[in-house]
């Protein structure tokens, strides 16, 4: 019983780190639960998938509240990459958060859809298909 809260509860909290700024990979954490095959490979992608769409909403909601300080001096992101990034997530739109799962885009996109004002309802839509697929794909992988 501890072993199965240590196993679900790790997965999930590296899923919902590696979906924010953090670099950590939930992908390598599913592979071998799944591979010890002592766990529903169901509950795996499950689990992975709420604390990774979960992480991305963190993202969301700092996206709302971060554009305020877009023009100080201690803000992260340069104020043209940002534009450019805003620029491109307006020419691709809510559909662009298909890709919210590619390591190094994903996140920051996530973030974008939060200073854009993407409908929560949207996005928590759109981005819980692309870490679900992306989970599925690897789950996939590793057990056939």
Do not use: C
């Not at 509240?65 to 691709?92: E, L, M, S, T």
């Amino acid at each position: 019983m501890l072993g199965d809260v240590a196993a679900y509860g790790g997965l999930f909290l590296t899923a919902f780190a590696a979906a924010t700024v953090l670099p950590l990979q939930s992908e390598a954490v599913l592979a071998g639960l799944l591979l010890v095959g002592t766990h529903s490979p169901a509950a795996l992608v499950l689990v992975a998938t709420l604390g990774n769409v979960l992480g991305s909403v963190v993202n969301w909601f700092l996206g709302r509240g971060i554009d305020r300080f877009r023009d100080r001096k201690w803000f992260p992101v340069k104020p043209q990459a940002f534009d450019r990034a805003a620029a491109r997530y307006r020419r691709y739109g809510r559909w662009s958060l298909l890709l919210s799962w590619v390591p190094i885009i994903g996140d920051p996109l996530t973030v974008v859809a939060g200073v854009l004002r993407e409908p929560l309802w949207s996005f928590v839509a759109i981005v819980t298909i692309a870490k679900a697929g992306r989970y599925l794909v690897l789950a996939g992988a590793v057990l056939n």
